[in-house]
């Protein structure tokens, strides 16, 4: 009777135990995926609404797992972040970024700044800074041309530590901005004192915004403080021309979503990079 009664409590959910099994195979073939060159980086284009003009360019992960094919990091970040392998796939992913952005520059496009994802275990682990050092030496990437974005929950942990890490960071020149902006604390006391570049906008904001005038007022609110603080603001997940017109609007600098483009692999980001007309 024990016996039984354990297994019913152990088969009690299918669901669970199939999930129990995805997050094992998900962790145990992370840890093999560096060596065996599974990671990927697409590109997604970030565009100025005065010029038209490419300014950046978000790398963002694609794991191809040989039998599940492209898995986006929703998929595995967090596993990536509990297992602590995040260290060095983040690592990775900087300089996979900075060395792709060093071949743009010998293309001859000028002033593309490509844009990495820093996890906020990533960052609080500290060494950030000794990672970033290293992928610009290796790449040859000026550092100007290196943002990385952080959330808001990496910063409001507001240790020694991260202030040396950020100031370090600044003072090599790479570029700070802001992600999910807007979800989460809103404090707004750490934007000037880690000399944030940038905020993005979260796109939960910006998907609704033509019909929910809350929204809309949220986004008009915090570009307004950004112009105040002297920050460049992007909008995220831009999906209809309408609302690139109502963020044009609202004076908003940059746009970045499916209506400009998807995340491209690199080949197709780099005809993009050479067929976009601006304007
Ligand atoms: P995020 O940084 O907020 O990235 C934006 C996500 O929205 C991306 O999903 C992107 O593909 C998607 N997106 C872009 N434009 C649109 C649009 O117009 N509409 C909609 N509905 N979605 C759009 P993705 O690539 O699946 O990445 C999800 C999240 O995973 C990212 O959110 C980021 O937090 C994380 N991530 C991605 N790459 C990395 C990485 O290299 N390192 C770390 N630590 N996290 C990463
Ligand atoms: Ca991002
Ligand atoms: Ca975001
Ligand atoms: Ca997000």
């Not at 990927?40 to 005065?50: G, H, R, T």
């Not at 297992?83 to 952005?101: D, F, H, K, M, Y």
């Not at 570029?175 to 707004?188: R, V």
């Amino acid at each position: 009777a024990k016996d039984s009664g354990r297994n019913t409590y152990r088969f009690h959910n299918p669901q669970m135990s199939l999930d129990v099994i995805e997050h094992l195979q998900i962790y145990h073939g992370l840890r093999r995926a560096i060596d065996r060159d599974e990671f990927v980086l697409y590109y997604q284009p970030q565009i100025d609404l005065a010029s038209g003009r490419i300014t950046g360019a978000e790398a963002l992960l694609r794991w191809q797992e040989p039998e599940r094919g492209l898995v986006t990091p929703g998929r595995f970040i967090a596993i990536a972040e509990e297992s602590g392998l995040i260290t060095p796939i983040g690592e990775w992913v900087l300089e996979e970024a900075c060395r792709q952005a060093a071949a743009w520059c010998q293309m001859g496009v000028s002033n593309l700044v490509v844009a990495v994802n820093i996890s906020a275990v990533q960052f609080l682990r500290g060494n950030l800074d000794d990672s970033v050092v290293r992928a610009l030496e290796r790449s040859g990437l000026a550092a100007d041309l290196l943002e990385l974005e952080l959330t808001e929950s990496a910063l409001i942990h507001n240790t020694e530590n991260t202030l040396g890490v950020v100031r370090r960071l600044k003072s090599l020149g790479v570029k700070l901005s802001i992600d999910d902006f807007g979800t989460g604390y809103s404090n707004l006391a750490y934007l000037r004192r880690f000399a944030v570049d940038k905020i993005k906008i979260d796109q939960s904001f910006v998907r609704d915004m033509l019909d929910d005038p809350n929204d809309a007022a949220i986004i008009r609110a915090i570009i307004q403080m950004a112009r105040t603080l002297n920050l460049k603001t992007i909008a995220e997940g831009v999906e209809h021309e309408r609302t690139l017109d109502a963020l044009r609007r609202c004076q908003c600098d940059e746009v970045q979503g499916y209506h400009i483009s998807e995340p491209l692999p690199t080949d197709q980001f780099t005809r993009f990079l050479l067929t976009w007309r601006e304007g």
